[in-house]
């Protein structure tokens, strides 16, 4: 369980963050193979090499790459066009994760302020609704920037409903 003293810090992500951030990436369960092959350049079958390329990407696209820590663990990470306001679906704050759920994805080891704190980081980013693993691929193309979220699952009510990404739990 996390102290209350942990701190949760948002800053601009390096290239150095490649290996953490590749970490949520490999831990997640949501994201398939056919979408890491859509990430990586044309012929490139190592994983590792996801981030670095994604964060030239953005900084072609003119994106910024965060990430959120704690402790120095990172914990979350997005690529995106920053928004002065949180961009949260009307009807989002009313899903609560399963008890199941809740273990998976380690949402105990969290604060309900450290929880907030990166809630309100992710949220304040353009990010992609849709059902992550088969979808979000028709997005890459126009540049969308995306969320990445360690133990993310998104149910088909809440894909039918548009809100997939908003069961964001660390």
């Keep these: ?46 994983r590792e090499l996801v981030f670095e390329y994604w964060h030239k990407e953005a900084l072609v696209m003119n994106d910024i790459a965060y990430v959120a820590t704690i402790n120095g663990k990172i914990v979350g990470a997005s690529i995106g066009r920053y928004r002065p306001a949180s961009f949260v679906p009307s009807d989002a704050e009313n899903h609560e994760l399963s008890p199941e759920q809740k273990i998976l994805v380690g949402y105990d080891d969290y604060t309900d302020e450290q929880m907030e704190m990166i809630m309100t980081f992710l949220h304040n980013f353009d990010f992609c609704y849709a059902d992550w693993a088969r979808q979000a691929q028709q997005y890459l193309p126009s540049g969308t920037p995306y969320v990445y979220i360690r133990g993310m699952n998104v149910s088909e009510d809440h894909q039918k409903k548009g809100i997939g990404l908003r069961l964001l739990s660390m």
Excluded: C, H
Excluded at 1 to 29: C, H, P, Q, W, Y
């Design 1 to 46: 369980m996390a102290t209350i003293d942990s701190e949760v810090l948002i800053r601009r992500a390096t290239i150095n963050d490649a290996k953490g951030i590749n970490s949520l990436l490999a831990d997640s369960f949501s994201l398939s193979f056919p979408f890491y092959n859509y990430l990586l350049p044309k012929g490139q079958s190592n």
